[in-house]
């Protein structure tokens, strides 16, 4: 290693998972080394180590930032901006080592030099790893196109990222047999590692003058020349103040640079919405990021509508574009457009204490919205929506807006400054009515006016649950909204005694869910007045079974179309070449495509929503409309799609069917999320959404 370089190390200890991973280990271990992976210290139980507290996948957190140890790691990061990243992981024991070059999809931003610099780098370890008799291999499996790794925002920051994967992870322990019967210890995965890291050190010094020069060539070209198609991304800022807030924190986060619009008309640009090319104008509130800027080419990774893909075998999603994850009204334009100046938030001015009114009205748009409900019940005050729209004193306010009623309220002491005090700590502006006689809609005497229960949430988790979908869900409840929450297991539910909750929350499972007498004791709840949302996998939980409205076909003879479509499909698949079997086993798949779902304003699922809401597809499942109960969102056709991969197989059968629907059971219901709502924490919009299940759904 020369004297021209600075090494940071960053330890990446994960107290949570690495506490989870000792523990049963030191608990469940041999004195004498044993490396049968039969063997119990070989299989940590649910979820495993590598999560954080949350349950979060830090590796795949970087540019979202929605975890505590990646904004602090980002904060050191954006601090020495290095010209070299290498991100350090363990693979499954039965592969050897994986370094870079990467496989494809390779991003299309990526420069030559970063390319040019990772075979270097490949070749140069690859050396030490002949002469030691070392296996590995290289430009397979982990590719360069997700932007949230520990390599590719590097990359997209203009430094050579590249994750190094040794083979042994979590059921490696001290050590254990792979498929051939070596033993694979800790001490020969350290040093691979130790390897691995002097390569990069060596070439590093021989390579610094390079990689300073092509580090600034990389940030001038950003300034001066962008690489993308798209040289400016427009918000529109009227579309959803409350989601443009926290975008502009996201932008903040990562150092991308915005500004206000300014008035300009006759422009043309890719309508995020519609999918298509349109014409629009731009206003004093709207937002331009610039691809004329230092963070070039992150920006136009996070808003490109759609990545080019070279490959369909990816590691990792497809798509991920900003607008969709947060529910606004955006435009990518072809041609440059500066910002007319520095953008400035509206000001909001902080509400005061004056004659209790009849009621105070406030907006419910985003998770802003849902964090200040979840105060105001925490605080034991009565909130109350409306099912219709109405017009007060010359203010009109949709259904699902919120009312706080000086009537129902009497018992709250303090209660105008309580609500005051609230509304001023989330930033909400509140409205104020003395009459509750509407000009248009209902009085709020009427019974389409509801009260929101406070409810009483149980989160199913443990062995069979998607530990990443039940800590979004955790996450969500206890870091944006504050909102009480009991974590409930997935095999005892047969046991527990649900009367303590009006509502269950079933993340995504694998295989059969509930079990037989879980299942029959979680209906009784059900029909006993209990809501049950359940998402993703759980739904297969419900499907094609008897009593359930959620059916894969609406007839029969859908069915047996369907049926002999794939069966010919399957004589064709018996044909291909044997190399070919990946590529064809995802062709039934989805990986982060994005579908427009339209959704019913007149349902409490739809509030918030203007009647639309992308959803990020993750899986192949396709349901048909509900016969009985209410198809609250539905992806109407074909035309829905927006980008991101899916294959052929079902990407022609997404049209009419349900996304987000609700059954009656009973006294009770069970609501239908198709598709995760919350991925990972980034995918904003989606918070509403579920929001509307928790709390306005069945009131």
Do not use: C
């Not at 903040?252 to 006759?266: C, L, Q, T, V, W």
């Amino acid at each position: 290693m020369g004297k021209n370089q600075i090494v940071i190390i960053d330890p990446a200890i994960n107290p949570d998972g690495r506490d989870r991973y000792a523990m049963w280990y030191n608990q469940k271990m041999n004195t004498t080394l044993q490396p049968d992976l039969q063997s119990v210290e070989h299989n940590e139980p649910w979820p495993g180590g590598r999560a954080n507290h949350y349950l979060f996948d830090l590796n795949r957190d970087w540019a979202w930032q929605v975890q505590v140890e990646s904004q602090a790691r980002l904060k050191v990061y954006q601090a020495w901006m290095p010209q070299l990243h290498l991100d350090f992981h363990e693979q499954g024991i039965n592969n050897p080592f994986y370094m870079a070059p990467a496989a494809e999809p390779l991003h299309e931003q990526l420069t030559p030099w970063q390319h040019e610099f990772q075979d270097t780098f490949g070749k140069n370890t690859a050396k030490y790893f002949d002469e030691a008799g070392r296996f590995y291999f290289t430009k397979e499996r982990f590719d360069l196109l997700y932007p949230s790794y520990g390599d590719s925002y590097p990359m997209f920051n203009g430094a050579i990222g590249m994750t190094i994967e040794q083979g042994g992870g979590g059921q490696a322990g001290i050590g254990g047999y792979n498929s051939v019967g070596d033993t694979v210890t800790l001490s020969y995965r350290i040093a691979g590692h130790y390897t691995a890291a002097m390569s990069a050190a060596e070439v590093t010094s021989q390579n610094a003058e390079k990689l300073l020069s092509e580090y600034a060539k990389f940030y001038e070209d950003n300034s001066t020349n962008p690489k993308g198609k798209y040289k400016s991304f427009v918000i529109k800022g009227e579309s959803n103040p409350a989601q443009v807030a926290k975008l502009l924190e996201l932008l903040d986060k990562n150092g991308i640079r915005y500004g206000k619009a300014g008035s300009k008309s006759g422009l043309k640009g890719y309508e995020y919405q519609t999918g298509k090319s349109g014409s629009f104008a731009t206003s004093e509130e709207d937002i331009i990021i610039s691809a004329y800027q230092p963070k070039s080419v992150l920006a136009q990774v996070f808003f490109e509508p759609n990545p080019a893909l070279h490959d369909s075998i990816t590691y990792d999603i497809t798509s991920w574009a900003l607008p969709y994850a947060y529910g606004l009204e955006a435009y990518a334009v072809e041609t440059r457009l500066d910002p007319a100046g520095k953008y400035q938030a509206p000001e909001f001015t902080a509400n005061t204490v004056g004659k209790t009114p009849v009621a105070y009205m406030a907006a419910w748009e985003g998770t802003r919205d849902v964090a200040f409900l979840a105060e105001l019940l925490n605080a034991g005050i009565r909130v109350k929506y409306p099912e219709f729209p109405f017009e007060v004193e010359g203010k009109s306010f949709p259904a699902g807006s919120l009312l706080i009623t000086k009537g129902g309220n009497e018992y709250v002491p303090n209660f105008d400054q309580k609500v005051v005090e609230i509304a001023n700590k989330f930033g909400i502006t509140l409205e104020t009515t003395m009459s509750g006689y509407m000009d248009k809609g209902k009085d709020f005497g009427s019974p389409n006016i509801r009260i929101i229960q406070a409810p009483k949430v149980a989160l199913i988790g443990g062995s069979g649950t998607s530990s990443l979908n039940y800590g979004a869900i955790w996450h969500f409840f206890e870091k944006e909204l504050n909102y009480p929450l009991v974590n409930l297991e997935l095999e005892n539910m047969a046991r527990y005694d649900l009367s303590n909750y009006n509502v269950l929350i079933m993340p995504s499972t694998r295989g059969g869910g509930l079990s037989k007498p879980a299942m029959d004791h979680v209906m009784e709840w059900v029909r006993g007045g209990g809501k049950l949302i359940a998402i993703d996998g759980a739904l297969n939980t419900f499907a094609n079974k008897e009593g359930f409205e959620l059916k894969t076909f609406d007839t029969e003879e859908e069915k047996k179309a369907a049926e002999k479509e794939s069966t010919e499909l399957a004589k064709e698949e018996r044909l291909a070449p044997y190399q070919e079997g990946e590529r064809v086993a995802i062709s039934g798949g989805a990986a982060g495509a994005i579908y427009e779902v339209t959704m019913d304003k007149t349902h409490p699922l739809g509030y918030g929503t203007g009647g639309k809401y992308y959803t990020l597809k993750n899986n192949s499942s396709r349901y048909a409309y509900l016969t009985r109960g209410v198809n609250a969102g539905i992806i109407a056709d074909n035309d829905a799609y927006r980008t991101g991969y899916i294959g052929f197989k079902i990407k022609s059968k997404m049209g009419e069917s349900m996304a987000i629907g609700t059954e009656r059971a009973g006294r009770g219901q069970i609501v239908y999320f198709v598709d995760d709502p919350i991925f990972r924490g980034f995918w904003e919009s989606g918070k509403l959404v579920l929001s509307n299940a928790i709390f306005m759904v069945g009131q």
